[in-house]
């Protein structure tokens, strides 16, 4: 398998544009978590899906962040409006039980 | 207050010393996770421990609930396992469900 595959790697943007993260989990996995990571506030998670149902949204920073996972196979993080605070590194990594993380998109967000 | 906290938060070692990083959680929780996060910045779930203790290779993790604290060891370390350490925990309550918590991460740079 070739792990969890996330797209784009780096994303750079403008304020006010709309941005739509990518992830893949691993064939089999019944878990998908995205997180985010910056230097202030280190990994946080956003929200995470089982069975494609999402389960826990509570991290999500506001109702700019939107998360789908239509099949078992992907899933995407949406910021809509994109700010500059938004930038950082976005993981996503699926489970069944241990986790395993994507590669991490880094968005920039000016 | 953060419900996990990690110490030390930076730590330099010599090649082959005895490395132990700690986490300490405030929660009740379900499981707790060794995370290793390498400078190129991705991440690998060491452990994923509810109770006792784990080996892999020259990787140890206890942990001991009663405490609410875990410990991750490095023995015989090497160059490569520089990296930051993040301790995780999963806490499940009836009013809140599933929480996740994380700790700010061990810096750890081993000389060689």
């Known amino acids: 398998d070739a792990g969890v595959i996330q797209s784009p790697r780096h994303e750079v943007t403008e304020m006010g544009q709309e941005v739509t993260l990518r992830c893949k989990p691993i064939?089999?996995?019944?878990?998908l978590f995205w997180y985010r990571q910056t230097m202030m506030r280190g990994l946080e998670l956003l929200i995470y899906?089982?069975?494609?149902?999402?389960?826990?949204d509570s991290g999500m920073p506001e109702d700019r962040f939107s998360a789908k996972m239509p099949n078992a196979s992907f899933s995407t993080l949406k910021i809509q409006p994109s700010e500059p605070r938004d930038s950082a590194v976005y993981f996503c990594?699926?489970?069944?039980?241990?986790?395993?993380f994507g590669p991490g998109t880094r968005l920039t967000v000016l | 207050k953060n419900e996990v906290e990690q110490s030390p938060q930076n730590l330099t070692a010599q090649e082959g010393e005895f490395i132990t990083i700690n986490c300490s959680y405030s929660v009740g929780i379900s499981a707790l996770h060794w995370l290793q996060q390498h400078p190129g910045g991705g991440i690998v779930s060491l452990f994923m421990?509810?109770?006792g203790k784990k080996k892999h290779g020259r990787l140890i993790a206890t942990i001991n609930i009663q405490e609410k604290h875990s410990s991750l060891h490095i023995t015989a370390s090497h160059p490569r396992d520089s990296a930051v350490y993040i301790c995780a925990v999963r806490s499940e309550s009836v009013a809140t469900g599933n929480q996740f918590y994380f700790g700010t991460g061990t810096s750890l740079t081993v000389i060689p």
């Open positions: 899906f089982n069975n494609n149902v999402p389960i826990d």
């Open positions: 064939s089999g996995h019944d878990y």
């Open positions: 421990l509810s109770s």
């Open positions: 990594a699926s489970s069944n039980r241990e986790q395993f």
